[in-house]
C-alpha cells in the first residue's frame, strides 16, 4: 500500500501596529525576536514562549506582577507609607497611600477595604478605610503618626499639622489671646483661661494679664505709673508683644468724675520709649487743663 503525507505550512505574522475598534484602542507594541519582550506606551511584558512566566509592570498606577504561580501565590512582607506632602494645615486632610512588597519582590496597592488603620500620635481626628486622615486644631507646629497593617505586614507615615491660626484652639478660639500663652499657663480647654476670668485674684483680668505682659498664675500689680508732669498727666504703660501680634488695641482714658460715662480719649499723645524681647514701654500724655485732679486707666479691646 502506498500512504502518502501531505505537510501544510502555514506563516504567522506578528503584527505590531495600533488596532482600536469602538470599544477600545491598542498603541503600537513591540516585541523582540523571540517573542519575550513586548512593550507599549502604557505596559511592558517580559515572558517566554511556551509558558506563562516571566514580570509585566504598569506604569500608573504604579504595580508590578509577576507570573508563574497559580492564583499569584505571594505573601505580604512590607508596606510603604506614603503622604504628600508629608505636612497638612490644621483642621484639614491628607491622603495617605500604601503600597504592599511582596515576597517575590513585586508591589502592589494595597486594598484600601483590607487597610487597618490607627493612629500612634499626634492631633488626627480619624482616618477614614481609604487613607483620608483629617487633622484637628493645633497651637504650634505638631508632628502626627498613622499606622497601617495589612495581610500581617505594617508600616507607619509621620505627618507635620501645620499651625495656620493663633487663635483657633477649642474652646480659646477667637476670644483675642494668644493660644501658646493660654495654653502655657493653663493647658487645654480650661475654663479659667477665658479672657474675662481672674485665677490668681488680683483684681487682673485674663486678658489685662496677657496685653501687658503679666503670668496670670502669680498675684500681679498692673504694670502702670501716672506722674504730673507741668500741665500734663504723664501715664507710663506696657505692651506685649504677643498682644500686639494678635492685634489687641491698647488706649489711655482719662475722666475728671471717674464716673462711669465721663471716659474720654480725647487729646491724648502716645510716646514709644523702649522694647525688649517680651514687651514694649509706652508714655501716654494727658492735657489736665483747667482740672485739678485727673484720672487714667488702660482699656484693651480686640481688633
Given at each position: 500500500m502506498r500512504t502518502s503525507i501531505a505537510f501544510i505550512f502555514c506563516s504567522v505574522v506578528a503584527f505590531a501596529g495600533p488596532r482600536a475598534s469602538?470599544?477600545?484602542?491598542?498603541?503600537?507594541?513591540?516585541?523582540?525576536?523571540?517573542?519575550?519582550?513586548?512593550?507599549?506606551?502604557?505596559?511592558?511584558?517580559?515572558?517566554?514562549?511556551?509558558?506563562?512566566?516571566?514580570?509585566?509592570?504598569?506604569?500608573?498606577?504604579?504595580?508590578?506582577?509577576?507570573?508563574?504561580?497559580i492564583s499569584q501565590l505571594t505573601e505580604v512582607t512590607d508596606l510603604q507609607l506614603a503622604?504628600?506632602?508629608?505636612?497638612?494645615?490644621?483642621?484639614?486632610?491628607?491622603?495617605?497611600?500604601?503600597?504592599?512588597?511582596?515576597?517575590?519582590?513585586?508591589?502592589?496597592?494595597?486594598?484600601?477595604?483590607?487597610?487597618?488603620w490607627s493612629v500612634v500620635s499626634g492631633p488626627i481626628v480619624?482616618?477614614?478605610?481609604?487613607?483620608?486622615?483629617?487633622?484637628?486644631?493645633?497651637?504650634?507646629?505638631?508632628?502626627?503618626?498613622?499606622k497601617a497593617s495589612y495581610?500581617?505586614?505594617?508600616?507607619?507615615?509621620?505627618?507635620?499639622?501645620?499651625?495656620?491660626?493663633?487663635?483657633?484652639?477649642?474652646?480659646?478660639?477667637?476670644?483675642?489671646?494668644?493660644?501658646?500663652?493660654?495654653?502655657?499657663?493653663?493647658?487645654?480647654?480650661?475654663p479659667n483661661a477665658t479672657p474675662e476670668q481672674d485665677p490668681d485674684k488680683d483684681n487682673i483680668s485674663n486678658l489685662m494679664e496677657f496685653a501687658t505682659d503679666?503670668?496670670?498664675?502669680?498675684s500681679s500689680v498692673l504694670p502702670v505709673t501716672a506722674v504730673k508732669n507741668g500741665s500734663n498727666l504723664e501715664y507710663?504703660?506696657?505692651?506685649?508683644?504677643?498682644?500686639?501680634?494678635?492685634?489687641?488695641?491698647?488706649?489711655v482714658q482719662w475722666s475728671d468724675t471717674l464716673l462711669g460715662t465721663s471716659w474720654s480719649t480725647a487729646g491724648?499723645?502716645?510716646?514709644?520709649l523702649s522694647n525688649n524681647s517680651t514687651a514694649q514701654q509706652w508714655k501716654a500724655t494727658i492735657p489736665l487743663g483747667t482740672a485739678t485732679r485727673k484720672f487714667a486707666r488702660l482699656g484693651i479691646s480686640a481688633p
Open positions: 469602538t470599544s477600545y484602542n491598542v498603541a503600537t507594541e513591540n516585541a523582540d525576536s523571540g517573542g519575550r519582550q513586548t512593550s507599549s506606551v502604557s505596559y511592558t511584558n517580559a515572558g517566554s514562549l511556551g509558558g506563562i512566566t516571566g514580570i509585566s509592570s504598569v506604569a500608573s498606577p504604579a504595580e508590578t506582577n509577576k507570573q508563574g504561580y503622604a504628600s506632602p508629608p505636612t497638612v494645615n490644621e483642621a484639614s486632610t491628607r491622603q495617605i497611600t500604601v503600597t504592599a512588597t511582596l515576597d517575590d519582590d513585586t508591589t502592589l496597592d494595597a486594598m484600601s477595604s483590607s487597610v487597618t480619624s482616618i477614614s478605610s481609604s487613607g483620608l486622615a483629617t487633622v484637628d486644631h493645633v497651637y504650634q507646629n505638631t508632628a502626627a503618626v498613622v495581610l500581617g505586614a505594617e508600616g507607619s507615615q509621620g505627618l507635620m499639622v501645620l499651625n495656620i491660626s493663633n487663635d483657633d484652639l477649642g474652646s480659646y478660639a477667637n476670644d483675642g489671646i494668644l493660644d501658646t500663652w493660654q495654653v502655657q499657663y493653663f493647658g487645654f480647654n480650661n503679666l503670668d496670670p498664675t502669680q507710663y504703660y506696657t505692651r506685649s508683644l504677643a498682644a500686639l501680634a494678635m492685634g489687641l488695641n491698647f488706649e491724648v499723645g502716645y510716646t514709644f
